[in-house]
């Protein structure tokens, strides 16, 4: 490829990621924080080595924007973005080191961010973004290790990479067999079974994830418990959850570029067993990653239908390098149609892309409000407003007493936490674990009165769930978006707080 085609596309990358990320900064800090995202938000308020549900590196990253900018959802999320551009940096570079043509690094950099799990989830800061970065990266150095016989000093780098991911989610830890099927399915490769390097990445490692496991230790191994035993009681495969599995990847990452993905691991295995070593990096890096996650996905009820996504990363390259090279072997039919394919897959989910951004602020798609995600994004501002409006009128001012702020379920709380910061006492008492176990024993509220707050997805009134001496209705809050009922929210006043009814 000529060095001016190279630079053309070279500007295009650079147009492409930064037009996006314009795009997300405009829009990041327009809407509340999402669910999970406010759930994140409050373990920043409590900083630990770790985490219950997952490591602590989200929680850092938050704190340490929020610490210089405020506790804003655009302060929140501006870490996601700056990962992301960062994200787009390795793809381009691991194109380059690989193919050399910036036509594979641009189309990889367009597709990623126009598939929905990738452009979409973008919106939001999750533990998924840093550990990305760490997988991408280490990917990167690994190919300049084996493939460009780097430094043996490199070994360290990627132990670091697999440490400082893991502090962000324990998917990285697939790294490891990655890298021992690569290093046995190439030759040349093997010697490093026989070094002493490569065995320090292990204690580098191990090293960076000191305090997720110094946390799991205090706490009776209970992330660990969490992840790889609790949540998965009863998981079996079933038509629901090979269902579940199928319709998530097919909206998440859209039809036809899981079609091509899918293509493109199969055709670099082709390669890879022909003895292209850039193919045979790329597939190892991704095949076991998402057969892994396909197969975790379709035995528990549990999965999400992100999980596969750091598989989808390094496929996305090798599906832009076999267009580009069906497009340069001159045989005309095979080049029209991979044109076809690729810009109907880009197509396409742009147009999910535009659909998507436009229903969240102008809600377009006819979703029923309860399955909606977006409607996460509304109605607590008023809401935890009026919450407060209610406890001094209705608790403080008539009693002369301090009470508490309540819900049953951590989404709920967290959004509470988030809208009123620490100007009240937020509870969260249910009979499921979450992080908000260990910040305290809920114990301490008995006797007061509190303030509840029910939605349409957790519903189930307070005297069902908590033992009060009465129960009564405040408040109901219907929020509106596009004229239409999206969210509700009931608020109501419990007096003389006794513990949760369903331990009885």
């Keep these: 490829m000529s060095g001016e085609l190279n630079r053309y596309y070279t500007r ?10 314009a795009f997300r900064l405009l829009v990041m800090g327009r809407t509340g924080l999402g669910d999970s995202e406010s759930y994140y938000w409050c373990w920043s308020q409590r900083l630990d080595w770790s985490y219950y549900d997952h490591p602590p590196m989200v929680a850092w990253l938050i704190r340490i924007f929020t610490d210089i900018g405020g506790d804003s959802s655009f302060m929140v999320r501006l870490p996601s973005i700056l990962l992301f551009v960062l994200l787009c940096w390795l793809l381009y570079r691991l194109s380059m080191d690989l193919f050399h043509d910036a036509r594979v690094a641009f189309y990889s950099i367009l ?10 989830a973008s919106l939001q800061m999750v533990p998924d973004i840093p550990s990305a970065v760490c997988y991408l990266a280490y990917v990167l150095l690994i190919n ?23 502090l962000g989610k324990y998917f990285v830890i697939l790294l490891v067999p990655c890298t021992l099927l690569l290093v046995a399915a190439i030759p040349e490769y093997r010697q490093w079974y026989l070094r002493w390097q490569p065995y320090t990445m292990a204690l580098t490692a191990l090293f960076f994830f000191a305090p997720v496991i110094i946390w799991n230790v205090q706490n009776d191994w209970p992330s660990f418990k969490f992840h790889l035993v609790e949540r998965h009681g ?7 959850n090979i269902g579940e599995f199928v319709g998530g990847q097919l909206l998440y990452v859209s039809p036809i570029y899981l079609a091509g993905l899918l293509w493109a691991v199969v055709a670099g295995y082709s390669k890879a067993r022909k003895g292209d070593r850039r193919y045979a990096l790329l597939f190892c890096f991704s095949a076991p990653t998402l057969l892994f996650f396909y197969l975790v996905c379709m035995w ?13 990363l390094t496929a996305l390259v090798m599906m832009s390098a076999l267009g580009v090279e069906i497009t340069e072997k001159g045989i005309v039919r095979q080049a029209r149609r991979a044109r076809i394919f690729y810009w109907s897959a880009t197509a396409f989910a742009g147009l999910i892309f535009v659909l998507f951004y436009v229903h969240v602020f102008h809600p377009i798609l006819p979703i029923k409000p309860k399955y909606d995600l977006v409607n996460e ?10 919450m407060e409006k209610l406890y001094q009128a209705r608790i403080v001012e008539q009693t002369g007493a301090e009470g508490f702020l309540l819900a049953h379920h951590w989404v709920l709380c967290s959004q509470i936490m988030f809208g009123v910061r620490d100007r009240e006492a937020v509870a969260c008492v249910n009979d499921r674990r979450d992080q908000f176990d260990f910040w305290g024993d809920d114990t301490r509220h008995m006797g007061k009165d509190a303030i509840v707050v029910t939605d349409l997805r957790f519903q189930e009134p307070p005297d069902q769930l908590y033992r009060f001496d009465s129960v009564e209705k405040a408040a109901v809050l219907p929020v509106l978006r596009g004229g239409q009922l999206k969210r509700e929210f009931t608020l109501w006043v419990g007096r003389n707080y006794q513990g949760l009814r369903k331990q009885e």
Excluded: K
Excluded at 111 to 120: D, H, K, R, T
Excluded at 151 to 163: E, N
Excluded at 301 to 309: K, V
């Design 12 to 21: 295009l990358c650079l147009w492409t990621v930064g037009l996006f990320a």
């Design 300 to 312: 528990t009820n549990e999965a999400e239908p992100h999980w596969p996504a750091f598989g989808y």
């Design 144 to 166: 300049r290790l084996l493939v460009n016989d780097g430094p043996a000093r490199y070994w360290y780098f990627l132990g670091s990479l697999i440490g400082v991911g893991l």
């Design 111 to 120: 597709a990623f961010n126009l598939i929905p799990e990738f452009g979409i």
């Design 377 to 386: 994004l509304y109605g607590w501002d008023t809401t935890t407003t009026e």
């Design 234 to 240: 009863g998981s079996h495969f079933t038509l629901n």
